[in-house]
Every structure is written in structure tokens, then in C-alpha cells.
């Protein structure tokens, strides 16, 4: 199964709120009720940052830039281009994209989900941390790393994970390119700049504050990202994911 993650830039003009409460409400039900689209949907889920002032304090990377985070699980990526492509959800949905959405700031990445700590406990938000690599490492050497020595020292540091309700990484999807493509994915957004996503739950901000500065996390982990992440083009978001369809089948969190 594949992701796709939409980073979302509201509209010019828009204020966060309006982009928020439309995103949620009106654009949300439409993209559901269209039976088209939903039949090669596994799952659809946005998620909403839950404090827009929230400006990374205690973190070692800053707060993103985009407005929230759209994803929409697929069984492969020639099922997410024939979603993509229905006629019916190109006639409804391009036109409300235009309402609350920047198509030139908005960017995707096209994933694959690797879970490192199982769902643990009710946690309050959602930290996704958008990856840039370093520049004089390679895509393949940042992809290998990150998948299983990072997630080793990750998941080896109790003083950290004990804060951690769920971890997981989205990594790339090396196939996926947009040939033959016509849908908005390819010709009105941009591919993101990223090498993939990184995702933990937490309590509350201020306990996924408190994860990031322990001392063991400082000791063992933060030096450990400086091997493959470049912290000034890394972003974080701070997350309520909220579960759209199938709605009769929750999921975590």
C-alpha cells in the first residue's frame, strides 16, 4: 500500500481559520461523496494543525510553512492515478480546490508507511517532521539510513520512546514519476522537496517537547540525525489527523 501526501498552502488572501474550517467541513464531504474517487480509496485523513502559532519552540528544526497535511492511502500508484483521473472528481473537485487552496505552494510527496513503534496509548498530537537529506549524501545512502540504523538508535532510547505512542516513517516511492499522469498531481502541483516524512504521536506539544530534550535523545539520537538531515530545510508540523473515510472503520489515532 502507498501514501499520498498532500502539504497544503491555503489560498492567498485566506485567513488560517477560513482555510481550516472549509478544509475540513465543505471540501472534505465533497471529496468523500464522490463514489468515483472513493472506490480505489483505502483511507483519507487530514490532518490539521492544531496550533497555527506554535512556531517550533524546543525543537531543533522550524515549523512548516504549508497548512496541513492531506492523505490518502492507495493499494499502488496506478490505483492513486486512476483516482486522480476520474472525470467526475476533476469536474468537482479541481473547481473547490480553487477556493481555499494555493495550487502553486501546494506540494506532494507519493510514500510507503514503515512502522517503527506500534500505536500505544490516546495521544493528542501528531508530530510529522518533513525531511530534507544532507546535500552531499545521496538519495539511496539518506533512504537506507534513515529505514533501519536511525530507527535502531530511535527505538533504543527509552528515555525518549516512553514519550512515543506511535512512530512511523514514509519513505518515497521510488516508481512513482507522473509519466502519463494529466490529473492535478502532475501538472498543477509540485513534487515536495523532501526525502520523506517522519511521523510520532505524542500526548500533547508539550510532552513531545519534553521527548525531544531529554538528555539520553540528546545524547544518543540528536547527533545521529546530523548524519543524514539537513536542519535548516527540515520542517515540522504539529498535527490532529482526523479520519474521513472509510468513517466507519477509525483508525489510530
Known amino acids: 500500500m502507498i501514501k499520498l501526501a498532500v502539504l497544503l498552502k491555503r489560498k492567498k488572501g485566506m485567513s488560517f481559520d477560513a482555510f481550516d474550517r472549509y478544509w475540513d467541513g465543505v471540501h472534505g464531504d465533497l471529496v468523500v461523496g464522490i463514489p468515483e474517487f472513493t472506490r480505489h480509496v483505502r483511507r483519507y485523513s487530514q490532518s490539521h494543525i492544531i496550533d497555527p502559532t506554535y512556531d517550533g519552540a524546543g525543537m531543533a528544526w522550524k515549523r512548516s510553512n504549508f497548512d496541513g ?17 476520474e472525470p467526475r472528481f476533476i469536474s468537482l473537485v479541481g473547481p473547490d480546490d ?62 525518549f520512546t516512553r514519550h512515543v505512542r506511535r512512530y512511523l516513517q514514509a519513505h518515497l516511492v521510488g516508481g512513482y ?68 473515510y472509510p468513517l466507519h472503520q477509525m483508525r489510530y489515532p
Open 69 to 85: 497535511i492531506a492523505e490518502v492511502w492507495f493499494d499502488d500508484v496506478a490505483a492513486l492515478t486512476r483516482a486522480f483521473n
Open 98 to 159: 480553487a477556493k481555499f487552496i494555493d495550487p502553486e505552494q501546494t506540494h506532494i510527496l507519493v510514500t510507503r508507511e514503515f512502522e517503527k513503534i506500534p500505536a500505544n496509548g490516546v495521544p493528542g498530537v501528531k508530530l510529522s517532521v518533513v525531511i530534507a537529506r544532507r546535500a552531499d549524501m545521496s538519495f539511496a545512502d539518506f533512504d537506507e539510513y534513515w529505514n533501519t540504523p536511525h530507527a535502531q538508535v530511535v527505538t533504543s532510547v527509552p528515555e
Open 177 to 244: 514519476t507522473g509519466v502519463g499522469d494529466t490529473s492535478k498531481l502532475a501538472t498543477q502541483w509540485g513534487t515536495a522537496s523532501f526525502d520523506g516524512i517522519a511521523e510520532l504521536w505524542f500526548n500533547g506539544i508539550a510532552d513531545m517537547v519534553t521527548a525531544f530534550n531529554e538528555p539520553m535523545f540528546k545524547i544518543h539520537i540528536a547527533p545521529d540525525d546530523e548524519k543524514f538531515v539537513d536542519p535548516e530545510k527540515t520542517q515540522l508540523f504539529t498535527l490532529q489527523e482526523i479520519e474521513k
